[in-house]
């Protein structure tokens, strides 16, 4: 299995083949290309989890502009926080959600009623019924994927090691 159909563990599975094709490193590539604004859903203030690592990540290496989501925060990074995706001002483009499968199918439809383009399930998270679901409602959806992983990669942000080294490389940049 190819690492661009791997179906992490706790997955949710359709019952009928599945009909959602994951997209490629150059739809990858694209789609943060066109991508304005990130909404983080699940965002955490505690700097040991994953989606305060990609909020610092996106804040300080993108142009991105970031709004986070989680009823519990006020504040996160020196932003506000909002209790919904319903609240943040705008319509968002990107949703990259940090939450337990349980919850997506509900995640997924603020998404839709929100207006946004892609639906982004990060690294574990694979829910092929919400998926499809979005995918219906017009959304670009990628599941289990990190979307700091996949901007620094196309931003010559990665090595081999999966770090920056610093060292200077002659490999052109990618525009994500």
């Not at 319903?86 to 968002?92: C, I, Q």
């Not at 990107?94 to 207006?115: N, Y």
């Amino acid at each position: 299995m190819s690492l661009e159909t791997t179906v992490p563990a706790g997955a949710v599975r359709s019952e009928s083949p599945l009909s959602w094709s994951p997209p490629t490193a150059r739809e990858r590539l694209a789609l943060l290309s066109r991508t304005k604004s990130v909404t983080i859903v699940g965002a955490s203030d505690n700097p040991a989890r994953p989606s305060y690592f990609v909020a610092t990540y996106l804040l300080s290496s993108s142009e991105y502009e970031v709004h986070f989501v989680n009823p519990r925060l006020s504040t996160l990074l020196g932003r506000p926080v909002y209790p919904s995706l319903a609240d943040v001002p705008g319509e968002p483009d990107l949703v990259s959600v940090f939450r337990k499968h349980s919850d997506l199918p509900e995640v997924a439809e603020e998404v839709i009623k929100a207006g946004a383009r892609t639906l982004w399930l990060q690294l574990g998270l694979w829910h092929e019924p919400v998926a499809q679901r979005a995918s219906e409602a017009g959304l670009d959806v990628v599941m289990n994927r990190c979307v700091k992983i996949e901007h620094a990669r196309f931003a010559g942000g990665l090595h081999l090691a999966g770090f920056n080294t610093g060292v200077i490389s002659s490999r052109r940049r990618l525009k994500p």
